[in-house]
């Protein structure tokens, strides 16, 4: 089993920038791909963000590319989503998530854009 807790939600004004945070525990080193999901009121959730483990190769949705940055420190088992010039649409519960078919998910940490 793995455990993933985000952390770093909260109320930013549009323009402005947050880092989430999200720590893994239990069985990681079986895991190969890490990634961000985000679901806003009324629509589906959508992955944000993803990396390899191995290769440390990411992929970025194009509603947030250049704006958001995925990043992974493998000493502290955590990973991160660095969010730059926050949009109100960007506003939504973000939630960690890890392994094949996104099997273990963190419960989510809520990010509000709105001046």
């Known amino acids: 089993q793995v455990q993933l807790v985000e952390s770093g939600g909260g109320l930013v004004q549009p323009g402005g920038s947050l880092r989430l945070s999200c720590a893994a525990s239990g069985s990681i080193g079986s895991i190969a791909v890490m990634g961000w999901h985000r679901q806003a009121p009324g629509k589906q959730r959508e992955l944000v963000a993803a990396l390899t483990i191995y290769s440390s190769s990411t992929n970025i949705a194009d509603s947030v590319k250049g704006r958001f940055t995925i990043s992974r420190d493998s000493a502290k088992n955590t990973l991160y989503l660095q969010m730059n010039s926050l949009r109100p649409e960007d506003t939504a519960v973000y939630y960690c998530?890890?392994?094949?078919?996104?099997?273990?998910w963190g419960q989510g940490t809520q990010v509000t854009v709105s001046s």
């Open positions: 998530s890890a392994g094949i078919k996104w099997r273990y």
